[in-house]
């Protein structure tokens, strides 16, 4: 089984859960008043409960199998002209927040709102004033344009993999 086949079993089968859950909710208890849905309803529940715990075993048994593969998989991108590697573990990461907290970081590098030109001084005497950067802006620009666009990079190439990987069990 491939990844992505992996991930999509696990949302069918929690939407198989959620229906399991409903029906148990539903049909648990009626009043003496009321007529059973079911033929026999207390063993219809008891299948529901132990229907519930087969389909959440299976779904434990697949999101471990997709964490090996995740942690076992080396994946190669492309980024900002280096090849890096990393397992798929460690791109999700990436691609979650990390790539996003770099580009915030070089963000950051502003003049502040500083204006060059003639300003004031404290004591209100004329002063040229300029801007003093303690960083590159060429460099700064790069960065933000390759931090920009990891997470698309990212996206594709797991999309790729996550479709040809077999699971690790």
């Known amino acids: 089984m ?15 859960a959620d229906d399991l859950r409903d029906k148990v909710r539903n049909h648990s208890a ?21 229907a519930h715990s087969d389909v959440l075993q299976e779904i434990s048994r697949l999101k471990v199998a997709i964490q090996n593969t995740n942690f076992l998989t080396s994946v190669a991108i492309e980024l900002d002209g280096r090849i890096v ?5 460690a791109w999700i990461h990436r691609r979650r927040d990390l790539a996003g907290y770099e580009l ?11 204006k060059e030109g003639m300003g004031k001084s ?21 960065k ?13 190439k797991l999309e790729i993999v996550n479709a040809v990987t077999e699971l690790i069990e």
């Open 85 to 89: 590697t990393k397992c798929i573990a």
């Open 30 to 50: 009626l009043g003496d008043y009321e007529t059973p849905k079911y033929k026999n309803q207390k063993q219809q529940i008891t299948e529901w409960i132990q």
């Open 104 to 114: 915030q970081m070089w963000q950051q590098l502003t003049d502040r709102g500083i």
């Open 2 to 16: 491939k990844i992505i086949e992996g991930l999509k079993k696990i949302k069918d089968l929690s939407r198989k």
């Open 122 to 142: 404290v004591s209100g005497e004329p002063m040229e004033v300029k801007i003093v950067r303690f960083y590159d802006p060429e460099t700064k620009d790069k």
């Open 144 to 156: 933000v344009a390759a931090y920009s666009e990891e997470p698309s990079l990212i996206d594709a």
